[in-house]
């Protein structure tokens, strides 16, 4: 069975542009880039790859209001080809990250995690009797032990 998926670590080169379909469905839009370095004859090298990434309902909503251009960020997704014809007629091709789940990276740095009530997007419920206020540990799905 073959696998198309793939984990990004890297920093925004812009910030997340929101935008919705015509039926309310969010998605964003984001880049980043993905450094590498390697020696050759004793001597560092630097590679940097850019990668689109399309992230769609929540998980975009969520995306364009908590990231920005330069954090770094873990990407996991599927890649997606798709051909396209620029101004002047010719056919391109381009390869983007269509996102299952996207997260700050903790290695140079903290988050706060704030869950989403149940009615404003993901898949948590209530629990607890707190349904005005978030308190981290009021909110997880019903089959998952909170963290």
Not at 2 to 26: H, M
Not at 130 to 146: S, V
């Amino acid at each position: 069975m073959a696998d198309n998926s793939i984990t990004l670590v890297g920093n925004l080169t812009r910030d997340p542009e929101l935008r919705f379909t015509t039926s309310g469905r969010g998605v964003a839009s984001f880049g980043i880039a993905v450094g590498r370095r390697y020696q050759v004859n004793g001597e560092w090298q630097e590679q940097t790859s850019y990668f689109n990434v399309t992230a769609w309902g929540q998980l975009g909503e969520n995306a364009a209001a908590s990231l920005h251009k330069g954090t770094r960020v873990v990407v996991t997704g599927r890649l997606e080809q798709r051909e396209y014809q620029n101004r002047e007629g010719e056919k391109r091709t381009a390869i983007e990250i269509n996102a299952d789940e996207v997260g700050p990276s903790l290695r140079w740095a903290t988050a706060s995690i704030e869950r989403n009530p149940r009615g404003e997007g993901g898949n948590s419920a209530p629990r607890g009797g707190n349904a005005g206020g978030n308190t981290g540990a009021d909110y997880f799905p019903a089959d998952e032990e909170p963290f």
